[in-house]
């Protein structure tokens, strides 16, 4: 099998070509493809700890604690003690994290839009579909 073949390839193509244009798209927010990730992990499951949110986004804790660092010197976040284990800290959003990611929601999704005009929706579904069902059997078997 020729390596241009391999689906592995596409994926990998495709997810850079993805992280460009949401950089693209939110240049103008002062924010990355990355911190746009994790500014929405925060928001969709705070208070929440920065190594959880490494485990959801399948990233190492130092690199979360990167964009963490990035997002409370912006104003976004604001990381806190947990008052029941000391050695937790709690990430949480600001109004001003939750106003950017509002603001960057949009222009993602007309980003999607844009990116997938050459799929019909029915397509765009089920590409969804299958992504969502490697990445679930992949999670899967790394938590057994």
């Known amino acids: 099998m020729s390596v241009a073949a391999r689906a592995f390839f596409y994926v990998q193509q495709v997810e850079q070509l993805v992280r460009r244009r949401i950089d693209e798209c939110l240049q103008t927010e002062g924010i990355t493809a990355g911190q746009y990730m994790a500014l929405s992990l925060v928001v969709h ?31 976004f976040i604001a990381r806190n003690g947990d ?9 949480t959003s600001t109004p001003a994290g939750k106003k950017v990611l509002f603001q960057c929601e949009s222009k993602v999704d007309q980003a999607e839009r844009d ?5 019909s929706g029915e397509e765009v579904a089920n590409l969804r579909h299958l992504m969502s069902r490697v990445r679930s059997a992949h999670l899967a078997q790394r938590a057994d």
């Open 83 to 91: 008052p029941a284990n000391r050695r937790v800290i709690q990430v």
């Open 45 to 75: 499951h705070e208070p929440v700890s920065s190594a959880d949110m490494a485990r959801r986004a399948s990233m190492t804790a130092q690199s979360m604690g990167e964009f963490m660092k990035t997002l409370e010197a912006k104003g």
């Open 115 to 119: 990116f997938f005009k050459c799929l």
